[in-house]
T-cell receptor
Framework: DAGITQSPRYKITETGRQVTLMCHQT?????MFWYRQDLGHGLRLIYY???????DKGEVPDGYVVSRSKTENFPLTLESATRSQTSVYFC?????????????FGEGSRLTVL | QKEVEQDPGPLSVPEGAIVSLNCTYS??????FMWYRQYSRKGPELLMY????GNKEDGRFTAQVDKSSKYISLFIRDSQPSDSATYLC???????????FGTGTRLKVLA
């Protein structure tokens, strides 16, 4: 199906474990983003990517790693999960030709770190 | 001080009411202003987008930007129970891909 999909939708893990959240989009959008959403903080940018092999830090990058070897995929890895990383994670994409602001979001990945 | 401030609510209104949702921002360089709607356990979706100051209308929704007071508003006329969601304001400026979001206002429209 066309669109942007995230997996897994729900994940429970333990402190210190490595976790990878997957994001796949079928539009060939140039720009992709990872946000986390927490009560009282709203959406905060973790990392973004302007194209394959081009990534940059956002507002809260510590403890996260990203890669973008293919345009359509933008995985987010928590190398050693901490309880403070319990959150809902959203992947988003934007076409380079679209007016500023047209971010398309996935359904979210709800992560709990015990 | 956060770059974008938004009252988290919750805001409860009866069906048919006019709803006013608001945000303030601090950076005068912001030029693009958006409203996203987010249903429970779903991703945000773009509702309205405006550039610089002025009004934009789309059906029952009107977005308003006052750059002189750094104030962003979303008005919903004839509100419906299906409008119950969290509304997030967002802003950015040219030359960056970083969007700054408000914390969101939770709206409940009672039938």
């Amino acid at each position: 199906d066309a669109g942007i999909t995230q997996s897994p939708r729900y994940k429970i893990t333990e402190t210190g474990r490595q976790v990878t959240l997957m994001c796949h989009q079928t539009w060939s959008h140039s720009y992709m983003f990872w946000y986390r959403q927490d009560l009282g903080h709203g959406l905060r940018l973790i990392y973004y990517s302007a194209a394959a092999d081009i990534t940059d830090k956002g507002e809260v990058p510590d403890g996260y790693v990203v890669s973008r070897s293919k345009t359509e995929n933008f995985p987010l890895t928590l190398e050693s999960a901490t309880r403070s990383q319990t959150s809902v994670y959203f992947c988003a994409s934007r076409s380079s030709g679209a007016p500023t602001g047209e971010l398309f979001f996935g359904e979210g990945s709800r992560l709990t770190v015990l | 001080q956060k770059e974008v401030e938004q009252d988290p609510g919750p805001l409860s209104v009866p069906e048919g009411a006019i709803v006013s949702l608001n945000c303030t921002y601090s950076n005068s360089a912001f030029q693009y202003f958006m409203w996203y709607r987010q249903y429970s356990r779903k991703g945000p979706e773009l509702l309205m987008y405006t550039y610089s100051s002025g009004n934009k209308e789309d059906g029952r929704f009107t977005a308003q930007v006052d750059k002189s007071s750094k104030y962003i508003s979303l008005f919903i006329r004839d509100s419906q129970p299906s409008d119950s969601a969290t509304y997030l304001c967002a802003t950015t400026h040219s030359g960056t891909y970083k969007y700054i979001f408000g914390t969101g206002t939770r709206l409940k429209v009672l039938a």
